[in-house]
């Protein structure tokens, strides 16, 4: 029968209600439970009933739960019942399907690892070490790094080489290097370029060959990694002699001069690119120089010349339109921008413009002149006000619906909701509006505030459109810890929650980009193995005095403050401030790291909005 629907009249009332019926989740948690205490055998006893009586269970339909059951046999010795289990657990969780560009399916990585731990227990050790080489990857992901660690210390068993790859990506010993092949290297200069230890990168490249032996595709990942650590001059002096058809070389050459700020040898050299891949970057980079220096008809007709639009060159041109005071080509181009990007930082700048513009305002554009954090605060303010609200609906069926996710959320398990929401049992559709507010307070009320934060990032484009639902996109998670901390260092709370928001986006165990926990506490500040900086009241006490330091430091300037947190001291001496701490995005040079400030800026302008 199928399980969601149960029937039954009120007494006295002839209308029909039903319930979610949520016993094959508690059956298939009662078997995990068991299975961490230790006693598999109860374990197993519940896996075999829930096998038999909830054979429509999505856990069970979608393979997931085929891999705990594998598990089980697994930690009962019985290896060929948990090799057959794992052979069919090929579980795709729906984040995976939604990423852009593929790396890892973390459940399969886990799951190769526990298939090469069995064949080793069978002492079947080709078939292990097959699976264990699959671990070792050429890019750089924190989650996968226990197990690979792990693989690599079995690995070296039989293969010296992996003890190598083990010490220079887990102990910074690179005179080891050498005793490593080439391919081999190639692919840890592109673990090291992703993890942006750029130093590391160009060590390996440099110790691997000179520039001038260098394939075009070594080149190309050496002179970016220059440029990633300012190093202009000597790309400019690597690139001095080069064929003109050479596009990639003949950009990075243009970037270089442009870093340097010789805007006219920038210009120059991006014009003689000739790479049907770069064209379009060159003649962006090229509309982005003369809108700096303030030759905006310029700026234009290379913008113009672009083949293919994105966000970056819209926002251009709109800010172009601005500069002009181009009150036709502005509405025109807002008008599509606003439905594309809802969800753009400069949105709300934008539409203040917009709105003097269709009212008769005196001096519409004026606004748009100040720099970015005094015009981030002021304009958020006044979009959000301009949003108008969602109407949440409170009806019967709601109703029994999220006391079907809680009951799921109580048992501790976020993937066990996450399934639930996934799966066609709930009746929920992830396209309304409506649906995805259920599917988020599912998880913040369960306490998943780091996967209710991943689900934000697909639901948010929506939720930019309506005044009370902001508030998901900007949480205040940990607001007990917060608060206590913000109380002991005197700080602004939309400080802390801006970092937390940037740093680790509300992942207590985040351990990226040598930084640890919810405000991503620097590792070389942690002792090694120091459980406690995951911690989150500890995590965010420490991150919040190393916050107040830096904002003293900076005379209470918020925005020196946010970029000096989370880039570091060098980054900001990079960068040209005004005398009052704020900043004119346009000096910006690299497009990234600008649209990186322009999003810290609006993130600490909406928690300030929305919570003050």
């Known amino acids: 029968m199928k399980?969601?629907?149960?029937?039954?009249?009120?007494?006295?009332?002839?209308?029909?209600?039903f319930s979610y019926n949520v016993d094959d989740y508690i059956f298939f948690n009662k078997a995990l439970v068991e299975n961490k205490k230790g006693d598999y055998k109860k374990s197993l006893f519940f896996y075999e009933i829930y096998q038999n009586n909830f054979s429509y269970s999505y856990p069970l339909t979608s393979n997931y739960a085929k891999y705990y059951i594998a598990k089980n046999y697994m930690d009962m010795k019985k290896y060929d019942e948990a090799l057959l289990f794992f052979s069919r657990a090929v579980y795709v969780p729906e984040s995976y399907v939604k990423q852009e560009f593929k790396k890892t399916n973390y459940f399969q990585y886990r799951r190769d690892y526990l298939v090469a731990e069995i064949y080793l227990k069978k002492n079947s050790k080709e078939e292990a070490y097959e699976?264990?080489?699959?671990?070792?990857?050429?890019?750089?992901?924190?989650?996968?790094?226990?197990?690979?660690?792990?693989?690599?210390?079995?690995?070296?068993?039989?293969?010296?080489?992996?003890?190598?790859?083990?010490?220079?990506?887990?102990?910074?010993n690179l005179s080891v290097l050498k005793k490593l092949d080439k391919s081999t290297q190639l692919e840890l200069v592109n673990y090291f370029y992703e993890k942006k230890e750029y130093e590391k990168v160009v060590f390996i490249l440099e110790k691997m060959s000179s520039y001038d032996e260098k394939p075009l595709e070594l080149k190309v990942r050496y002179l970016e990694s220059l440029l990633k650590l300012d190093e202009n001059k000597k790309v400019l002096e690597l690139t001095k002699a080069m064929p003109e058809n050479e596009g990639k070389?003949?950009?990075?050459?243009?970037?270089?001069?442009?870093?340097?700020?010789?805007?006219?040898?920038?210009?120059?050299?991006?014009?003689?690119?000739q790479d049907i891949e770069l064209e379009n970057r060159a003649n962006f980079r090229i509309g982005r120089i003369y809108y700096k220096i303030e030759e905006y008809i310029k700026a234009r007709t290379f913008?113009?010349?672009?083949?293919?639009?994105?966000?970056?060159?819209?926002?251009?041109?709109?800010?172009?339109?601005?500069?002009?005071?181009?009150?036709?080509?502005f509405i025109f181009?807002?008008?599509?921008?606003?439905?594309?990007?809802?969800?753009?930082?400069?949105?709300?700048?934008?539409?203040?413009?917009?709105?003097?513009?269709i009212n008769g305002a005196r001096d519409p554009w004026k606004m748009a002149n100040y720099n970015v954090f005094f015009a981030s605060n002021y304009v958020v303010r006044n979009y959000i006000e301009s949003?108008?609200?969602?109407n949440?609906?409170?009806?019967?069926?709601?109703?029994?619906?999220?006391?079907?996710?809680?009951q799921i959320g109580e048992l501790k398990n976020p993937e066990l909701l996450d399934l639930a929401v996934q799966s066609s049992n709930f009746d929920l559709d992830s396209e309304t509006t409506q649906d995805k507010v259920t599917i988020m307070n599912s998880f913040i009320v369960s306490g998943f505030y780091k996967e209710s934060f991943k689900k934000m990032q697909y639901y948010k484009k929506d939720f930019y459109r309506y005044k009370n639902l902001l508030h998901y996109v900007y949480p205040k998670?940990?607001?007990?810890?917060?608060?206590?901390?913000?109380?002991?260092?005197?700080?602004?709370?939309?400080?802390?929650?801006?970092i937390m928001y940037i740093e680790s986006g509300f992942d207590n165990e985040n351990n990226k980009f040598e930084r640890v926990g919810l405000m991503g506490i620097p590792k070389h500040l942690i002792k090694e193995n120091d459980e406690r900086y995951y911690n989150p009241e500890k995590n965010i006490e420490i991150g919040t005095s190393l916050l107040k330091k830096i904002y003293d430091k900076n005379n209470g300037m918020v925005l020196k403050t946010l970029i000096e947190y989370i880039y570091g001291p060098k980054v900001i001496k990079s960068l040209n401030f005004e005398l009052d701490g704020d900043l004119k995005l346009e000096t910006i040079v690299d497009e990234k790291f600008q649209k990186d400030v322009e999003e810290i800026v609006y993130t600490y302008a909406f928690y300030s909005a929305i919570y003050n």
């Open 3 to 17: 399980f969601i629907y149960m029937f039954m009249f009120l007494i006295g009332v002839g209308i029909n209600s």
């Open 131 to 172: 699976y264990l080489t699959r671990l070792v990857t050429n890019y750089y992901d924190p989650e996968l790094e226990p197990y690979e660690k792990k693989a690599l210390t079995i690995l070296q068993k039989s293969n010296i080489k992996y003890r190598y790859i083990y010490e220079i990506k887990y102990q910074d």
């Open 249 to 273: 070389l003949v950009f990075l050459r243009a970037l270089a001069y442009e870093q340097s700020k010789d805007y006219s040898r920038a210009i120059f050299n991006y014009e003689k690119v």
């Open 303 to 329: 913008l113009d010349k672009t083949t293919r639009k994105n966000e970056y060159i819209d926002s251009l041109l709109l800010d172009i339109y601005i500069k002009l005071e181009n009150k036709k080509k």
């Open 333 to 357: 181009y807002y008008e599509e921008f606003k439905n594309k990007y809802p969800e753009n930082p400069k949105m709300g700048l934008y539409y203040m413009v917009y709105t003097k513009l």
């Open 387 to 390: 949003l108008e609200e969602f």
């Open 392 to 406: 949440i609906k409170n009806s019967y069926k709601e109703g029994v619906l999220k006391e079907a996710l809680t």
């Open 477 to 498: 998670y940990y607001r007990e810890e917060v608060q206590k901390a913000r109380q002991k260092y005197l700080l602004p709370q939309s400080l802390i929650y801006t």
